[in-house]
T-cell receptor, first 114, second 111 residues
Framework: KAGVTQTPRYLIKTRGQQVTLSCSPISGHRSVSWYQQTPGQGLQFLFEYFSETQRNKGNFPGRFSGRQFSNSRSEMNVSTLELGDSALYLC?????????????FGAGTRLSVL | QKEVEQNSGPLSVPEGAIASLNCTYSDRGSQSFFWYRQYSGKSPELIMSIYSNGDKEDGRFTAQLNKASQYVSLLIRDSQPSDSATYLCAVLGTGRRALTFGSGTRLQVQP
C-alpha cells in the first residue's frame, strides 16, 4: 500500500509570491491534516479536511488555506509569502474511526522563502 | 503552560542501555497518545500508540500511560545507534481531531 505522497519535495519562492502544495493520502484514508514544522515553533497544526470539508483549523493567518477533492487528495495554498513561512510542511492522513485517528505523515515539502 | 511538554535533551545513552523518554500533557480529557520518531531532515514516523492506562509493548519499545498523572513515557530497550533521532510525543485532546505535539526529545545513542 502506498504511503502519503507530497509534492513537490522542495520549493524555493520569493517574498510576496504564492505557493500550492499537494498531498495524496493513503488509499482509503479520508482525513488529511496539514502541519508546519519550524526549528523555533516545532510542529504546529494548520488544518484538517474530511470529505472535502474543513473540520478543524489551527491558529494561522488567512494567507494559509486548503482544500480537499472528492478523491481525498488535498492541497494547501500560501499567498503573499513571508520569510517566516520557510518551513517543512507536512501532510498526514488518517483512517477516521473508533476514536483512534492514527496519523501517518508524508515526506513533507520543504519551502524556502527568499 | 505548554499543552504537551517534553525535555528537549539531548538524552545520551550508551549502546545496549535503556532509553527513557517522558512527556506530560495538560488536557485531562485526552484519550489518544502517540510517539513518533523523526530523523534529521525526515518526516515523523509513528512508533507507538496507546489509549489506556498501563504498558504497551512492541518489540524493543514500551509505551507507558498514566492518565491520573497526565504522563506518557517511551522506553527503548537495547538502544542502538540507529535509534538516535528526535522523539515526538503527540496527544489527541478532548473533542479534537488535530494532534498536539511536544517539542521533542533528541536521543543520542553512543556506540
Amino acid at each position: 500500500k502506498a504511503g502519503v505522497t507530497q509534492t513537490p519535495r522542495y520549493l524555493i519562492k520569493t517574498r510576496g509570491q504564492q505557493v500550492t502544495l499537494s498531498c495524496s493520502p493513503i488509499s482509503g484514508h479520508r482525513s488529511v491534516s496539514w502541519y508546519q514544522q519550524t526549528p523555533g515553533q516545532g510542529l504546529q497544526f494548520l488544518f484538517e479536511y474530511f470529505s472535502e470539508t474543513q473540520r478543524n483549523k489551527g491558529n494561522f493567518p488567512g494567507r494559509f488555506s486548503g482544500r480537499q477533492f472528492s478523491n481525498s487528495r488535498s492541497e494547501m495554498n500560501v499567498s503573499t509569502l513571508e520569510l517566516g513561512d520557510s518551513a517543512l510542511y507536512l501532510c498526514a492522513s488518517s483512517l477516521v474511526g473508533q476514536g483512534q485517528n492514527i496519523q501517518y505523515f508524508g515526506a513533507g515539502t520543504r519551502l524556502s522563502v527568499l | 503552560q505548554k499543552e504537551v511538554e517534553q525535555n528537549s535533551g539531548p538524552l545520551s545513552v550508551p549502546e545496549g542501555a535503556i532509553a527513557s523518554l517522558n512527556c506530560t500533557y495538560s488536557d485531562r480529557g485526552s484519550q489518544s497518545f502517540f510517539w513518533y520518531r523523526q530523523y534529521s531532515g525526515k518526516s515523523p514516523e509513528l512508533i507507538m500508540s496507546i489509549y489506556s492506562n498501563g504498558d504497551k509493548e512492541d518489540g524493543r519499545f514500551t509505551a507507558q500511560l498514566n492518565k491520573a498523572s497526565q504522563y506518557v513515557s517511551l522506553l527503548i530497550r537495547d538502544s542502538q545507534p540507529s535509534d538516535s533521532a528526535t522523539y515526538l510525543c503527540a496527544v489527541l485532546g478532548t473533542g479534537r481531531r488535530a494532534l498536539t505535539f511536544g517539542s521533542g526529545t533528541r536521543l543520542q545513542v553512543q556506540p
